[in-house]
T-cell receptor
Framework: TQLLEQSPQFLSIQEGENLTVYCNSSSVFSSLQWYRQEPGEGPVLLVTVVTGGEVKKLKRLTFQFGDARKDSSLHITAAQPGDTGLYLCAGVTGNQFYFGTGTSLTVIP | EAGVAQSPRYKIIEKRQSVAFWCNPISGHATLYWYQQILGQGPKLLIQFQNNGVVDDSQLPKDRFSAERLKGVDSTLKIQPAKLEDSAVYLC????????????FGPGTRLTVL
């Protein structure tokens, strides 16, 4: 089983603050995905990063894939209450997905 | 296009009872996944189908869990008999092709075992 560790596990911040979530593994993946999951719903894909060192921006969210394609980070600028949710990274090899341990984010208005 | 459908949304049973979950993936999606998600944690893969064949069931507790995908379309996951530790959300997901691409998830079935 390929393990992806996310940190921190829990994060509670004030609206307007910045934050970074980390996803680390000892395994190499062909790509890495980030999902957000809200209570009572399934995870929804935010982004896929494929190339080592790749950086993608999605409005206030910045995603980076490590050079060795083993780790990734998600940075949120000026967090808003609507960003609240469970953030999951997933390493992809072929058509198999290995999910991280999850980071629960709460943004307080 | 319609999303991944799952039913029921909620189920409460007593330990040692049986339960079944149903999933209908997005039309045309070849690969179907069943995950178990403990509250606040990442999903854990139980079984992966490609069309109607099993690709990976290495983490499926086969003494109590079973799954099938007849005709390569919808799928059922069964637990018999249930244990307290089976309380979780069971998520179904599908992808279009055989290579890693976007997974589309259903809303999940929340199972409580008393």
């Amino acid at each position: 089983t390929q393990l992806l560790e996310q940190s921190p596990q829990f994060l509670s911040i004030q609206e307007g603050e910045n934050l970074t979530v980390y996803c680390n593994s000892s395994s190499v993946f062909s790509s890495l995905q980030w999902y957000r999951q809200e209570p009572g719903e399934g995870p929804v894909l935010l982004v896929t990063v494929v190339t080592g060192g790749e950086v993608k921006k999605l409005k206030r969210l910045t995603f980076q894939f490590g050079d060795a394609r083993k780790d990734s980070s998600l940075h949120i600028t000026a967090a808003q209450p609507g960003d609240t949710g469970l953030y999951l990274c997933a390493g992809v090899t072929g058509n198999q997905f290995y999910f991280g341990t999850g980071t629960s984010l709460t943004v307080i208005p | 296009e319609a999303g991944v459908a799952q039913s029921p949304r909620y189920k409460i049973i007593e330990k040692r009872q049986s339960v079944a979950f149903w999933c209908n993936p997005i039309s045309g999606h070849a690969t179907l996944y069943w995950y178990q998600q403990i509250l606040g944690q990442g999903p854990k893969l139980l079984i992966q189908f490609q069309n109607n064949g099993v690709v990976d069931d290495s983490q499926l507790p086969k003494d109590r869990f079973s799954a099938e995908r007849l005709k390569g379309v919808d799928s059922t996951l069964k637990i018999q008999p249930a244990k307290l530790e089976d309380s979780a959300v069971y998520l179904c997901a599908s992808t279009r092709g055989t290579r890693g691409d976007t997974q589309y998830f259903g809303p999940g079935t929340r199972l409580t075992v008393l």
